[in-house]
């Protein structure tokens, strides 16, 4: 066996994985990242970069550059212009990101899950009653981001962001493993809340959520970097208009994005769990009035 076969072989195992990668100082582990991984020392670079490539399907033939001056630069990497196209049908909402597909349905009186037999309440997760009655009978849609996948999210459609909200909150990993053992994961980590309304007036909302090792949520439309330094407000208004396509932002490592859409969309046949798509691609389908 491959020492990479190995590794995935160990840390297959639920016990080890959830031990390894919640069982720690997560926070600080966390900050220690967002440092280390800036540092521009061609040895240090490079050794990281290897041995990330060692954990995981690391792949960097689609990246715009292909010399990066830190870890940090290889993870908020740009693609090749043309790679990500978005679905030129007005009636379709684009994924905004590179995901693996992970829960999704229709929102029952105000709760969701995060997998099947684990609900949590859609207020909790927005920290807003009045944006959670909006979407309390909508539809759900999450996005896992593993670590070696493009980590820039884009528009799902036009758009205008109205506001944004971050909540601040730990960082536990956002594997299967830990959504199975963590209940209401998602309302406990630090998240960002991004409200827009599309070209027909439709409201849509994507939460990014932050997990171990995520040192930061970056949002052009604000200009701002947030993370666990982040200090008041954090209610941003915002005024921004955005095409399908146009780039929001990025993690700075892997994570997950909360689509929240009307009641009435519906999704395309590529929505299953457990599917593989890429930023672009068409998730929901708006019906036609």
């Not at 960002?192 to 090792?213: C, F, H, K, Q």
């Amino acid at each position: 066996m491959t020492v990479k076969g190995l590794i995935a072989a160990l840390t297959q195992q639920e016990d080890l994985n959830f031990l390894l990668t919640n069982r720690v100082p997560r926070a600080a582990l966390t900050r220690f990242m967002g440092w280390f991984s800036k540092i521009e020392t061609p040895i240090v670079r490079d050794l990281s970069i290897g041995c990330w490539k060692l954990f995981s399907d690391l792949d960097l033939t689609e990246a715009k550059e292909t010399r990066f001056r830190s870890l940090h630069d290889c993870f908020v990497r740009e693609l090749k212009p043309g790679l990500r196209p978005a679905d030129p049908d007005p009636a379709m909402v684009a994924s905004p990101s590179d995901a693996i597909i992970g829960a999704f349905g229709t929102i029952e009186e105000g709760e969701l899950y995060q997998i099947k037999g684990a609900p949590y309440s859609l207020s909790d997760l927005l920290g807003d009653p009045a944006l959670a009655a909006a979407h309390r009978k909508g539809k759900f849609l999450t996005l896992r981001l593993m670590s070696s996948m493009y980590h820039r999210f884009h528009a799902p459609h036009d758009a205008h962001i109205s506001r944004v909200t971050f909540i601040h909150g730990d960082t536990w990993n956002v594997n299967p493993i830990a959504l199975k053992r963590v209940e209401k994961l998602f309302c406990k980590n630090e998240r960002a809340v991004i409200e827009m309304r599309l070209s027909n007036g439709d409201a849509l909302t994507l939460v990014p959520v932050a997990a171990i090792l995520v040192a930061s949520i970056r949002l052009h439309a604000l200009d701002v970097v947030l993370n666990a330094g982040t200090r008041g407000p954090t209610i941003f208004a915002c005024d921004a208009d955005v095409k399908k396509g146009e780039e929001l932002g990025w993690f700075e490592h892997g994570s997950t994005i909360i689509v929240l859409a009307p009641e009435h969309y519906g999704f395309t046949d590529i929505v299953r769990e457990g599917a593989r798509i890429r930023a672009g691609e068409a998730l929901l389908r708006i019906p036609s009035r």
